[in-house]
């Protein structure tokens, strides 16, 4: 059984109960960010469902409020990084998502004591779920997705 049909049956739900699909578009694991956005193809174009990307980076979120950075080890020398702020529930990014290389890292995030990311915890579903839903809201819905690369300066392709 493949994990997503593992998914529907845990979540007792069929692909028909879904009105939009959610996928992370990266940074991260180059064979797994394409893995996860040809399942949200799958999925979205034959009943013409809604895409809505997000960055990776978006769903490590700190339990405490103030500014924070979320960090993916980049595995070239250097980690993925988006600098972010958090207000109760609400979360707003401070800067587009970049790779900072080690050399350059410390000093980079010394105004960013909070960090969070796969090394520190899982991504927070809540505000995943809050981020969705706000995007399907303001219309920020896509039948091509842009892939998120930062190891050159045009780090966005289509998919």
Do not use: W
């Amino acid at each position: 059984m493949t994990t997503l049909a593992s998914g529907f049956q845990q979540l007792q739900i069929n692909p028909t109960h879904l009105g939009s699909i959610t996928v992370s578009v990266g940074p991260g694991s180059y064979t797994g960010i394409r893995v996860g956005v040809a399942a949200a193809y799958g999925l979205a174009l034959p009943r013409s469902l809604p895409l809505i990307s997000f960055c990776s980076l978006e769903g490590f979120i700190p339990s405490s409020d103030g500014p924070f950075a979320s960090l993916i080890d980049a595995r070239i020398g250097g980690a993925y990084i988006l600098l972010q702020e958090k207000l109760g529930t609400r979360v707003k990014s401070l800067s587009p998502p970049q790779f900072v290389s080690k050399e350059n890292l410390s000093e980079y995030l010394k105004e960013y004591p909070t960090q969070t990311g796969p090394h520190l915890s899982y991504p927070d579903p809540d505000h995943l779920v809050r981020l969705a839903a706000q995007k399907l809201k303001d219309n920020e819905t896509s039948n091509q997705l842009e892939l998120i690369y930062l190891r050159t300066p045009d780090y966005r392709t289509s998919f």
